[in-house]
Each structure stands twice: as structure tokens, then as C-alpha cells.
T-cell receptor, first 114, second 113 residues
């Protein structure tokens, strides 16, 4: 079985541009979460989606948005990129939103804003 | 404010030695605590997950402990290997309708020959 897959693996954008990151969860998982990990720090929660609805949102500006599709894959969009948005963006999938079970992470998308 | 703190920030040990990493948290209401291993530039991989009623859990050479009264957890690595070099992240979940998690900053472990 394929694990959580994210695309692209690396991305370079300039300030002010917009970016879309993609995540495909493990087959059968209906919940997808997004995290931002700045170099040298732990990940910060951005969004969680379950059954195509937003279930949770972290402390991120409205420039960050996401959606989940009928096949449970998800996209994270970031508008008006800032240098501070440079980070590793991680996606995690789980069977249900409340995690006493496992959440599995993808390898991440490394976004560099120049 | 809910927080997760880890110590030490970084650690260097010789191959074959044991080590213990610490995690203190102030998250409430508490749901579960997880330890992840993260190789540089990769996604975290789960090592253990413990709920309120669990005091210890092992996964091979990794053993995690949890003291819910003092809100402390530790991760003990025995007979370290070069491949154990990574960042170890403590993650605490609040009881919520979704996976409301707070990540610690991680401990960077380097195992040297």
C-alpha cells in the first residue's frame, strides 16, 4: 500500500506569488491534516479536514486555505507568499479526526520563497 | 497556554550507548502523547502513542514512559545505532473533535561511531 504522498517535493516561489501543495492520503483514510515546519522547529498545525469539511484550524492568516476532494485527497493553498512562508509543509492522514489511532505523515513539500 | 517542552535541545552519544530524552507538557485536557522520529527533510514517523492510562510503551529499542500526574514523558533509546541520528519530537493531543495537536521543538540526536 502506498503511504501518504505529497507533491511537489520541492518548490521555489517568489514573494507575492501563490502556491498549491497536494496530498494523497493512505487508502481508506478520510482525514487529512496540514502542518508547517520552519527549519529547526517542530511542526505547527494549519488545518484538518474530514469528509471534505474543515474540522480544525490553527493560528495561520487567511492567506492559507485548503480543501478536501471526494477522493479524500487535499490541497493547501497559500496566497501572497512571504519570505517567512519558507518551510517544510507536511501532510498527515488518519482514519478519523480524533487521533488515538495512528496519523501517518508524508515526506513533505519543501517550499522556498525568494 | 498549552505548551510542549523538550530537553535536551541536542545530544551527541557514542554508538551502542543508551540515552533518555525528556518531554514536559502543560496541555489540558489531555488526550494522548506521541513520540515521533524525524530524519532531516523527511516526514515524522511514529514511535509510540500513549493515552492517559498508559505508563509505558515499547517499540523495539525505544521505550516511552508517561506520568500524567506530573505531565512528563521520556523516551529511552537502548543500544543506539548510527541510524538513530534524527530529531525526536514529542507531540501532545488535546481532547477535541479533531486532532488538536501541539508539537514540541524536538531533540536533535547524533549518534557517532
Amino acid at each position: 500500500d502506498a503511504g501518504v504522498t505529497q507533491s511537489p517535493t520541492h518548490l521555489i516561489k517568489t514573494r507575492g506569488q501563490q502556491v498549491t501543495l497536494r496530498c494523497s492520503p493512505i487508502s481508506g483514510h478520510k482525514s487529512v491534516s496540514w502542518y508547517q515546519q520552519v527549519l529547526g522547529q517542530g511542526p505547527q498545525f494549519i488545518f484538518q479536514y474530514y469528509e471534505k469539511e474543515e474540522r480544525g484550524r490553527g493560528n495561520f492568516p487567511d492567506r492559507f486555505s485548503a480543501r478536501q476532494f471526494p477522493n479524500y485527497s487535499s490541497e493547501l493553498n497559500v496566497n501572497a507568499l512571504l519570505l517567512g512562508d519558507s518551510a517544510l509543509y507536511l501532510c498527515a492522514s488518519s482514519l478519523v479526526p480524533q487521533v488515538t489511532l495512528e496519523a501517518f505523515f508524508g515526506q513533505g513539500t519543501r517550499l522556498t520563497v525568494v | 497556554k498549552n505548551q510542549v517542552e523538550q530537553s535536551p535541545q541536542s545530544l551527541i552519544i557514542l554508538e551502542g550507548k543508551n540515552c533518555t530524552l525528556q518531554c514536559n507538557y502543560t496541555v489540558s485536557p489531555f488526550s494522548n502523547l506521541r513520540w515521533y522520529k524525524q530524519d532531516t527533510g523527511r516526514g515524522p514517523v511514529s514511535l509510540t502513542i500513549m493515552t492517559f492510562s498508559e505508563n509505558t510503551k515499547s517499540n523495539g529499542r525505544y521505550t516511552a514512559t508517561l506520568d500524567a500526574d506530573t505531565k512528563q514523558s521520556s523516551l529511552h533509546i537502548t543500544a543506539s545505532q548510527l541510524s538513530d541520528s534524527a530529531s525526536y519530537i514529542c507531540v501532545v493531543s488535546e481532547t477535541a473533535s479533531y486532532d488538536k495537536v501541539i508539537f514540541g521543538p524536538g531533540t536533535s540526536l547524533s549518534v557517532i561511531p
